[in-house]
């Protein structure tokens, strides 16, 4: 063999060994960072539970057991990654009920007047229908009984039950918490209290006690051209 073929073969070998190196130390790298990303996240998981678990009993709900989903992952890597990434939407899911759950139950995005003003038309919209039955049957119930149900009673009960209504379906499933002070001026752990919606009476009466007895008039000069 000659000087400069012995020559060749001992570059190819250190090249090829140089290679090995460079994986090797890729590799060791890799495991080391996966380890630490590793560690990481079994911490974050396990303030995570701890988290769904006080955002459960804040919801009222019972904690269910979470099966892993399978994974598609080739590599520890991408596992990692797919595995931050759950863990991100879990976190996000957890913030926007609780979110939602500091909000009323009904049409939580509108105002509490357009929310009330909603209540108290739908209550009317039932007595309406009460309405309208007196209306037909008005040859065979007393005129004036059927008269005073439609202009009082029902507005009546129909503001009511709007009222006690609003009282269910504007109180947020997490009430909102009060920060009080101690004696020395510095402010305790704020604690939940019970949230007392605005139930805005006077629009209420306004839509009771003003739409019924307009659409029982209505009803009437309806009947009379009718008949």
Known sequence: ????SYAELARRLDAVRQAEAERTTRQRHDTESGRVALDQLVDRLAGQQADLTSAASALRIRMRLIDPAPSTARTVAEALRQA????????????????????????????PVARNAAV??????????????????????????AALWSLCGLPVIAFFVGYLVIGVVAV???????????????????????????RSPRLGLA??????????????????LVS
């Open 120 to 145: 108290y038309g739908l209550c009317a919209g039932v007595a309406l229908v009460f309405q309208t039955v007196l209306v037909l049957l008005a040859d065979q119930v007393d005129t004036v009984g």
């Open 84 to 111: 931050g990434q759950a863990t991100d939407a879990a976190d996000q899911a957890r913030e926007e009920a609780l979110r939602r759950a500091g909000q009323p139950q009904f049409l939580p995005e509108v105002s």
């Open 172 to 198: 947020p499933r997490i009430p909102p918490a009060a920060t009080h002070q101690d004696h020395s001026g510095r402010r305790t752990q704020p604690k939940r209290v019970t949230a007392d919606p605005d």
């Open 1 to 4: 063999m000659s000087w400069s």
């Open 207 to 224: 839509i009771c006690f003003l739409a019924l007895p307009v659409a029982w008039l209505v009803l009437i000069l309806l009947r009379g």
